[in-house]
């Protein structure tokens, strides 16, 4: 009774899992709401989360002994390193980059690696931001949102005076060219 019951549920989950997993993929669309793809995106992460109570609380599969019950395969999620990890769980909700986590988690790592120093950072996301790379199309917009997002917060709210240091520092190699 206790495996037709969890079973049931988790066949459930799995289904709506898959629906706003499907949803939740705003790359290579130019005309999506942000707002609506943050609670999709959050959403998903409820499921993640959902799955993984399930898989722990799984009676064990008959005639496999510890076994947990693997009818709801979950979408790998891309491990960021500790640093990078912790950076991002500093950022406040509405600033985290969750897209970028989901198809770039690499960019996040530069990200936080040059948090510190605002010459570098500026420097990090002008290379992410500029297209000068021959044929490479550039970044889907999901991504230039979050990346100019970060930014924003970075020299508006963290550190103005970093922002003031680099717009010096910009006009001094504009003038020396």
């Known amino acids: 009774m206790e495996m037709m ?6 066949a459930e989950v799995s289904k709506h899992f898959t ?20 609670d999709l995106i959050e959403e998903r992460q409820r499921l993640y989360d959902a799955q993984d109570k399930l898989a722990s609380s799984a009676p064990a599969m008959p005639g496999r002994p510890g076994a947990q019950n693997a009818a709801t ?5 891309p ?3 500790e640093r990078t990890q912790r950076w991002f769980e500093l950022l406040p909700r509405p600033i985290r980059p969750n897209v970028m986590r989901c198809k770039f988690p690499h960019i996040l790592d530069g990200l936080a690696r040059t948090w510190g120093e605002p010459a570098r950072f500026n420097e990090e996301l002008s290379a992410l931001l500029l297209v ?4 490479r199309q550039g970044f889907p917009f999901a991504i230039i949102q979050e990346l100019h997002r970060v930014r924003d917060y970075y020299f508006d709210e963290l550190n103005p005076e970093g922002a003031r ?10 003038q020396s060219r």
């Open 79 to 81: 491990e960021l390193n």
């Open 165 to 174: 240091q680099v717009r010096k520092q910009s006009e001094l190699n504009d």
């Open 5 to 10: 019951r969890f079973s049931k549920l988790a």
């Open 73 to 77: 395969p979950r979408a790998e999620q």
């Open 19 to 38: 629906e706003v997993f499907a949803m939740a993929d705003p790359v290579g669309f130019d005309w999506f709401d942000p707002g609506k793809t943050m």
């Open 132 to 135: 000068d790379r021959g044929t």
